[in-house]
């Protein structure tokens, strides 16, 4: 699965929700890090994340702090090593 198709089937809901796993999570903070300039990274990440959860059931392991630390230290990394 292409970038692109892999953003559409989170944002869509149409992964299946045992297939998202840690690495994915990298995978799409990376591609809206690389696509968009940083707030608007952190806030199509944010949304996208938080609605594959509660699409999942799990509402309760969305953390917005947690999520904004993470692509902030994503986004360091990626300037780091251009």
């Not at 989170?10 to 696509?35: N, P």
């Not at 959860?53 to 917005?64: I, V």
């Not at 630390?69 to 090593?81: G, Q, V």
Request: hydrophobic content about 40%.
């Amino acid at each position: 699965m292409n970038d692109r198709e892999f953003v559409a089937a989170i944002e869509s809901c149409a992964m299946l929700c045992g297939d998202f796993r840690h690495t994915d999570h990298v995978r799409l903070a990376w591609i809206y890090l690389r696509d968009y300039p940083l707030i608007d990274a952190i806030e199509r990440f944010s949304r996208s994340l938080q609605r594959f959860a509660d699409h999942c059931g799990a509402a309760d392991k969305y953390h917005e702090t947690i999520t904004w630390a993470y692509l902030f230290l994503i986004h360091e990394r990626m300037r780091r090593h251009d």
